[in-house]
């Protein structure tokens, strides 16, 4: 999972455990791991290839 707050809610906290209890484990991603995260991937490609020729 991600570090957004809906992930770190008491609700989820709860859930997280009860799914634990059967065999589900969720770990939370470490911050800024771009390279996993396909829309920042996407976002950046975007930015350098098509923005920034559209403005030249």
Do not use: A
């Amino acid at each position: 999972m991600d570090n957004t707050r809906i992930h770190k809610t008491k609700d989820i906290g709860e859930r997280i455990l009860c799914w634990q209890k059967k065999g589900l484990f969720l770990f939370f991603l470490p911050p800024y791991l771009l390279h996993l995260n396909i829309v920042g991937t996407f976002w950046r490609k975007l930015q350098k290839e098509e923005l920034v020729q559209g403005i030249s």
